[in-house]
């Protein structure tokens, strides 16, 4: 799993990329970026599958902020990103939200 932040020069954003490992979710068939940033939608940023296996997106960012998120596998498991910046309580599980701060 990993994060990439490529921040832009004219503009107080940044283009986050994720990325699910093919061993993370090694039989999945679809997988949700879902967080703060989309409203917790569970089905507005479907990540791509790679030929590796593991999935990919991209989203655009306002920076200086902490978004959080998580990935929904084949809409049934809920994963954290062992990458992220931290991890903070979810309010509605005893479970902890990934943190990308951007």
Do not use: C, H
Not at 66 to 89: H, S, T
């Amino acid at each position: 799993m990993s994060i990439k932040k490529q921040y832009l020069k004219t503009k107080p954003e940044a283009n986050v990329t994720f990325q699910l490992a093919a061993e993370t979710a090694p039989n999945a068939s679809q997988v949700s970026l879902v967080g703060d940033f989309n409203n917790w939608d569970e089905s507005s940023i479907e990540m791509k599958k790679l030929k590796s296996g593991a999935f990919k997106a991209t989203v655009k960012l306002k920076t200086g902020r902490e978004y959080q998120f998580r990935y929904l596998i084949d809409g049934k498991v809920w994963e954290n990103d062992w990458a992220a910046d931290k991890y903070v309580p979810n309010n509605f599980t005893l479970e902890e939200n990934s943190v990308v701060a951007v």
